[in-house]
């Protein structure tokens, strides 16, 4: 039984689906988890953070909507809600400034929060650049959600590896959906424009006119130049 299906079950009181739900979604809760686990550091504890992380799953279900045209599937609508309920956590038990900027959350490269989406890059040295890089993509996941179609979501996140956070080729791609890979790039491509031309687009641009005015250390030149998600917003996602 697919995650929506649970989902569906459990709205109407199944508990037994909602168990389901989390045996299916364990290595998700996990995944997550050991993003914010460090070992060397004995003020959080691994397992409370498991626990945090399957609150998160189920505060997902009970949010997650059925009635939004081309909604995305649960478990990419889960990832956002089991890292706010970890990130939450981790922050409450911080009390130094320092050690909570430096868990490792995103990848090496700096890629999503989510990829999952791991949403953060936390290579800039600049924390109001970190926090802002943050918001951005968390905005992004929401404009995805409205501004594009179900197949549009579906290749990017394929691309970026949102779900399992291992980006796939347009040949691999095009395998799954039976297109030519020069389908799905144009696809991708058209997803981009979509996406910049939606308000949040237009603003995001005004906003890197203004930062490249003020010089500021946070590139974005090659994200608009190419007119792309690539480089800072999906990258690996």
């Known amino acids: 039984m697919s995650n929506e299906e649970l989902v569906q079950l459990y709205k109407k009181g199944d508990k037994k689906a909602l168990n389901e739900l989390v045996k299916l979604n364990e290595r998700l809760v996990y995944k997550l988890s050991n993003k914010f686990y460090v070992e060397k550091s004995n003020s959080i504890d691994k397992d409370d953070l498991i626990q945090e992380g399957f609150l998160g799953l189920i505060l997902a279900a009970d ?49 999503e929060l989510l990829d999952y989406i791991e949403g953060v890059d936390y290579s800039f040295e600049n924390v109001e650049e970190k926090i802002y890089n943050q918001e951005l993509r968390l905005e992004l996941e929401s404009i995805m959600d409205k501004a594009l179609t179900l197949k549009e979501r579906e290749i ?54 203004v930062y490249k005015k003020k010089s500021r250390k946070y590139n974005y030149s090659s994200v608009m130049d190419d007119i792309s998600f690539e480089q800072k917003y999906l990258k690996d996602f």
């Open 63 to 111: 949010k997650y909507r059925f009635d939004i045209k081309n909604s995305c599937k649960f478990s990419t609508y889960a990832v956002y809600w089991i890292y706010q309920k970890i990130n939450r956590f981790v922050t409450s038990k911080n009390t130094n400034e320092e050690a909570s900027l430096n868990i490792p959350i995103g990848e090496e490269d700096g890629s």
């Open 156 to 209: 990017l996140k394929l691309h970026h590896g949102w779900d399992n956070n291992k980006g796939m080729n347009h040949n691999e791609i095009g395998e799954l959906f039976s297109v030519a890979s020069s389908k799905i790039n144009y696809i991708k491509k058209r997803a981009y424009g979509k996406l910049w031309r939606t308000p949040w687009g237009i603003e995001k641009a005004r906003e890197v006119h």
